[in-house]
């Protein structure tokens, strides 16, 4: 038996022109909202968005190109960024790029050709802004912005939360500090650069590489970096670095914090389970999808609207892996 929206708003004990609106983008309350999508999950009920599609000669589909699925950032960001279309009657188009221009661009020529109401892209550092220039539909950019702002974009203060960093481990002791960045992407070049210019303000050396944000290119370039330095201790830009460099350390029998202390960014549950907890950067991830999505149907809906940029703030957490030096450590 076919369930149909008039099924759903018996349920919901409201209209279905009610429904209509609210799997739409119509203005409904909250809790009617909340009774349609209850009733809908009750129900079974699966809207037709070809047909809605075919009346409205608009796409029910956004698209959303990341960097890397793996990375749990990106993970929650894209349950983000569906769960705000679900609520907006709409379904995404998920595809990763591996931050390789190449995929990346085979990727927009794709969403081109799918005709997609929208697009939500988390761009490599290789894509330059006229690569976009005859992209026909709305983007919002997420994570990493694009130099001279011509789209719309939801970003981190990248400085702000680096310097926190940066701050933190030099109240707790430390003098000699080392960072790992990614290099592939604009985010990492970012942190790059604020974690050297906050430690030159404090009159110390910054000690910095760069490497492509996976666990394995950043264990080689941690080896690498520790081969070459010896820092009392470690900013990781990325969760997955910060991995590689427990486990180095695990490995390597260095002890956290006495001999190296770790501070990075991405707050993921395994950062507070183990021992000792990892000192990190939260980043509101949910945000940054919910605002995303809520900033392209706006532009859907509004296409000559001035451009926006939503910068977002960091959070210190700070854990056992940089804990103070006591006295017998200096």
């Known amino acids: 038996m076919t ?12 209209a279905p022109s009610t429904v209509s609106r609210a799997l739409g983008k119509g203005p409904v309350s909250a809790d009617v909202r909340r009774k349609v999508e209850a009733a809908v999950a009750a129900t079974g009920y699966r809207p037709n968005l070809a047909a809605r599609q075919l009346r409205s000669q608009q796409s029910m589909t956004v698209g959303l ?60 550092r290789a894509l330059s802004r006229s690569a976009l220039a005859d992209f026909r539909v709305p983007v919002v950019l997420v994570d990493r912005n694009l130099p001279g702002g011509r789209r719309d974009a939801v970003i981190l203060d990248n400085a702000g939360a680096t310097a926190l960093l940066v701050d933190h481990l030099i109240e707790t002791g430390r003098k000699r500090i080392a960072g790992l960045f990614g290099a592939t992407s604009a985010t990492g070049i970012e942190r790059r650069d604020a974690f050297q210019k906050r430690l030159i303000q ?10 492509p944000p996976s666990a394995e290119t950043g264990r080689a370039a941690l080896e690498d970096l520790l081969a070459r330095e010896k820092p009392d201790a470690l900013v990781l830009s990325n969760g997955l670095f910060v991995g590689a460099a427990l486990q180095l350390c695990r490995d390597r029998g260095i002890r956290i914090p ?50 926006r940029t939503v910068t977002l703030s960091g959070e210190l957490v700070p854990r056992g892996s940089t804990a103070a030096l006591r006295r017998a450590d200096v």
Not at 202 to 211: I, V
Not at 263 to 283: H, K, M, N, Y
Request: hydrophobic share 50%.
């Open 3 to 14: 369930v149909g929206i008039k099924d759903v708003a018996r349920a919901a004990g409201v």
């Open 65 to 124: 190109i990341v960097a890397d699925i793996r990375n749990p950032f990106f993970t929650q960001l894209s349950r983000a960024v569906e769960d705000e279309a679900y609520r907006a009657g709409m379904r995404v188009f998920l595809c990763n790029t591996d931050e390789d221009p190449a995929r990346e661009a085979m990727y927009l020529e794709l969403m081109a050709e799918e005709r997609v109401a929208g697009l939500i892209l988390a761009p490599t």
């Open 202 to 211: 404090h009159g110390l050396e910054p000690l910095a590489a760069t490497a």
């Open 258 to 307: 006495a001999e190296l202390a770790l501070a990075g960014f991405d707050d993921e549950a395994w950062t507070s389970l183990v021992e000792p907890g990892i000192t990190v950067i939260r980043q509101p991830v949910d945000v940054f999808g919910r605002e995303a999505m809520l900033m392209l149907l706006s532009r859907i809906s509004r296409p000559d609207q001035p451009v």
